[in-house]
């Protein structure tokens, strides 16, 4: 299986002015004192394949104080063959290039250097909303189903149709047109979540008993009751919508749940615990994707070590290392026994990064 980030370049993204990086294909450790910018790399190198920054900050933030723009680039191996990928974003907006022609913007990054990242904040995959837990299952089905980002595309279009007739108060008889359109869109949307999930449940727990050590379960709840159709949940809902100007069922509304011992482990885990489990969902979803798509995907590990005993940390490595991924890792200080063999370190400082031979 091959997928590597060979180089990559951050031109005035954040900290980093300029900064270069030769990744090895296999374990890459990145450390520096605080603010020196090792999560402002990771968040870069991210970028290139989210089209967003993994910390939610706005694109103003991300460019360098007195810079106008920042501007990405990598190259990629991807089934043995190795291409371009760059991202310049600024006040002129989003402008993606692969293989040197223009075109395409976040699916298009996602599709050519797939990856995922466990940073500290990790643990709100668990803790925080549903909103998260949404993000995490779309992002599993459409690595593995490709047709999913039309259909969900098409989805988000009808419900912003329906909540415009709402907020400008649509008759009953005018909404049950969007109605239509958003259940037929939703039962896509619904109907390739719940194949996915069926598909990724066994791989969760294995994932998620492993590194908790107790049983946990993983229940999707598609967004409407149970019992009746969207269209039919829509149709009785019509009243409560206009009166909240907005759709309220919908796989817009959906949740991953998730339970350990006798409750909602958003309530009953320690913090350390919340953050294996978001853990333990990264990996599995990582693993997913990689058996989908027959390549490897890039691992990014912000600080594995916050938070974790060493017993964690390495239930964690073991079974980072056992996914047979590309690892860039980032700690305060040159540790080399997070991984198996020694990696390639580099070190950052003010933004510069430098390789230690
Ligand atoms: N747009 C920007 N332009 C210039 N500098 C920025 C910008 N945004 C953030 N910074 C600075 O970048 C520096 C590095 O931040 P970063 O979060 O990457 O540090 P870090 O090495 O991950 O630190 P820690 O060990 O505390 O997590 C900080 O001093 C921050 O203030
Ligand atoms: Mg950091």
Redesign the pocket.
């Known amino acids: 299986m091959s997928l590597a980030l060979h180089s990559f370049k951050a031109t005035d993204f ?2 980093l002015a300029a900064a270069e990086l030769e990744p090895d294909s296999r374990f890459n450790l990145i450390y ?10 990771l ?1 870069a190198i991210a970028y290139l394949g989210r089209g967003r920054s993994f910390r939610g900050a706005a694109t103003q ?5 007195s ?1 106008r723009e920042f501007l990405l680039f990598g190259r990629i191996e991807q089934k043995d063959r190795v291409f371009g990928l760059g991202v310049k974003n600024g006040p002129g907006g989003l402008l993606v290039s692969a293989e040197g022609a223009h075109g395409g913007g976040a699916a298009e990054l996602a599709r050519r250097l797939p990856l995922q990242i466990i940073d ?1 904040e990790i643990h709100s995959l668990v803790a925080g909303g549903p909103e998260e837990r949404r993000r995490y299952l779309d992002w599993v089905v459409f690595h593995v189903e490709p047709t999913y980002v039309e259909d969900w595309r098409r989805f988000r279009r009808a419900l912003k149709q329906r909540n415009a007739a709402l907020k400008a108060g649509a008759t009953r008889d005018e909404l049950h047109s969007w109605d239509q359109e958003l259940s037929c869109q939703g039962d896509r949307v619904h109907l390739a979540r719940e194949r996915v999930f069926e598909v990724a449940l066994p791989t969760l727990t294995v994932f998620a008993e492993g590194l908790l050590q107790s049983p946990v379960g993983f229940e999707y709840r598609r967004g409407w009751a149970e019992g009746v159709t969207l269209a039919e949940a829509l149709a009785t809902g019509r009243a409560r919508d206009q009166q909240f100007g907005s759709t309220q069922s919908g796989p817009h509304r959906a949740d991953l749940r998730l339970s350990y011992e006798k409750g909602l482990a958003r309530r009953l885990v320690s913090r350390g615990q919340q953050k294996l489990l978001s853990c333990a969902m990264v990996l599995a979803a990582t693993a997913i994707a990689q058996s989908k798509l027959q390549q490897r995907l890039l691992l990014l590990l ?2 594995p070590a916050a938070e974790l005993d060493s017993g964690s940390l390495g239930r964690l490595m073991e079974r980072v290392v056992a996914l047979d991924c590309q690892v860039i890792a ?1 700690a ?1 200080e040159p540790q080399s026994r997070l991984f198996p063999q020694p990696p390639l370190m580099f070190h ?1 400082e003010q ?1 510069v990064l430098s390789k230690v031979c």
């Open positions: 954040r900290c520096g004192n605080n603010a020196s910018g090792k999560t402002s790399l968040e933030s991300l460019v360098r104080h810079a500290p912000d600080d980032t305060l950052v933004g």
